[in-house]
């Protein structure tokens, strides 16, 4: 009986960002061009900090993975939105639904973790430079990493123990291009009221939560420095975490709004949603690598390298 009420809806179909025939030209435009950004410039970030020997220190470490995160969120959401638009077929499975909502906060949620141990290490490296390759040593930053993706499977599972249960027995258009909490809940046979509790305790919390947390870290830092160092560091150090500060307001800041209010009476998540899949993920690496002296440098070297080899016979 159970198994019957939940495969009862087999399919869900996506509205979309616009339902207007003209704009989707322009929309499957936009989204492929920042795909293939989003692609490029991740893949060269990553690749460029695993085979640079000079960049093999706990920041780029922490980078790098942000970096792969950064990929993987894209590529969950954008190459199907890219089909629905080229082929006019929009519909998704149930079962892709649920893993892409699994998925999708098991990502989510470690990059939050490990946006919180990149201020960490900012932390260790400007108030406590002297001890800065004692505290961060490889084991710790394996631990750092480790936790963040624990944490990331725990709390998606938590979500997926509560929406397995769920029965559908209709409508099954999802307002989005994507499957998440908020849109699956509504189509659900119950009061989608009942599961606001749910969705806000775990989610909206986690987000806020943590977006309070870097932001405090951040302000103490530079207190700190402002403190005890000289105008000249104090601006260095301002430099540095206005970039962090800008990617954790762009990624937590349609977050909180999904998840803090998850059945708005206007339709702008999804909106919201293409900051995190399509701006975020180009932002990050433009921000922690070109405005970076060591990453370029690596960068040219890398991509010399390549094209030497393309060269060779």
Same mark, same amino acid.
């Given at each position: 009986?159970?198994?019957?009420?939940?495969?009862?809806?087999?399919?869900?179909?996506?509205?979309?960002?616009?339902?207007?025939?003209?704009?989707?030209?322009?929309?499957?435009?936009?989204?492929?061009?920042?795909?293939?950004?989003?692609?490029?410039?991740?893949?060269?970030?990553?690749?460029?900090?695993?085979?640079?020997? +000079?960049?093999?220190?706990?920041?780029?470490? /922490?980078?790098?993975?942000?970096?792969?995160?950064?990929?993987? @969120?894209?590529?969950?959401?954008?190459?199907?939105?890219?089909?629905?638009?080229?082929?006019?077929?929009?519909?998704?499975?149930?079962?892709?639904?649920?893993?892409?909502?699994?998925?999708?906060?098991?990502?989510?949620?470690?990059?939050?973790?490990?946006?919180?141990?990149?201020?960490?290490?900012?932390?260790?490296?400007?108030?406590?430079?002297?001890?800065?390759?004692?505290?961060?040593?490889?084991?710790?930053?394996?631990?750092? /990493?480790?936790?963040?993706?624990?944490?990331?499977?725990?709390?998606?599972?938590?979500?997926?123990?509560?929406?397995?249960?769920?029965?559908?027995?209709?409508?099954?258009?999802?307002?989005?291009?994507?499957?998440?909490?908020?849109?699956?809940?509504?189509?659900?046979?119950?009061?989608?009221?009942?599961?606001?509790?749910?969705?806000?305790?775990?989610?909206?919390?986690?987000?806020?939560?943590?977006?309070? /947390?870097?932001?405090?870290?951040?302000?103490?830092?530079?207190?700190?420095?402002?403190?005890?160092?000289?105008?000249?560091?104090?601006?260095?150090?301002?430099?540095? /975490?206005?970039? +962090?500060?800008?990617?954790?307001?762009?990624?937590?800041?349609?977050?909180?709004?999904?998840?803090?209010?998850?059945?708005?009476?206007?339709?702008?998540?999804?909106?919201?949603?293409?900051?995190?899949?399509?701006?975020?993920?180009?932002?990050?690496?433009?921000?922690?690598? @070109?405005?970076?002296?060591?990453?370029?440098?690596?960068?040219?070297?890398?991509?010399?390298?390549?094209?030497?080899?393309?060269?060779?016979?």
């Amino acid at each position: 009986m159970f198994k019957k009420n939940y495969t009862k809806v087999s399919e869900f179909v996506f509205l979309g960002l616009s339902s207007s025939r003209k704009i989707r030209p322009f929309l499957l435009a936009f989204s492929m061009v920042l795909y293939v950004a989003i692609v490029l410039g991740n893949t060269l970030v990553v690749f460029t900090l695993a085979f640079d020997p +000079h960049l093999h220190s706990p920041m780029y470490f /922490l980078l790098g993975n942000l970096a792969f995160i950064d990929l993987c @969120l894209s590529t969950l959401t954008v190459p199907k939105m890219i089909s629905d638009l080229s082929s006019g077929h929009n519909a998704i499975s149930f079962q892709g639904c649920v893993f892409q909502i699994f998925v999708l906060h098991v990502l989510g949620a470690t990059e939050m973790v490990l946006l919180v141990a990149m201020a960490w290490d900012r932390y260790v490296a400007i108030c406590k430079p002297l001890h800065y390759l004692t505290i961060m040593s490889p084991r710790m930053c394996l631990m750092l /990493l480790s936790g963040a993706w624990v944490i990331g499977f725990l709390h998606s599972v938590t979500q997926l123990a509560f929406i397995i249960k769920l029965n559908f027995c209709g409508p099954n258009e999802i307002d989005s291009f994507y499957c998440d909490l908020p849109q699956f809940i509504k189509l659900a046979c119950i009061d989608p009221k009942k599961m606001q509790f749910m969705v806000t305790a775990n989610s909206g919390f986690i987000s806020m939560g943590t977006f309070l /947390l870097l932001i405090i870290s951040y302000i103490v830092i530079l207190f700190i420095v402002r403190k005890h160092s000289s105008s000249g560091d104090l601006s260095k150090a301002l430099s540095t /975490l206005s970039a +962090h500060i800008s990617v954790v307001v762009l990624f937590f800041g349609p977050c909180i709004f999904v998840y803090m209010w998850p059945f708005p009476t206007v339709p702008v998540d999804k909106f919201l949603a293409i900051l995190d899949f399509m701006v975020t993920p180009i932002l990050n690496p433009a921000i922690y690598t @070109l405005r970076n002296k060591d990453m370029k440098v690596a960068m040219r070297r890398l991509i010399t390298q390549l094209f030497n080899l393309r060269k060779s016979p």
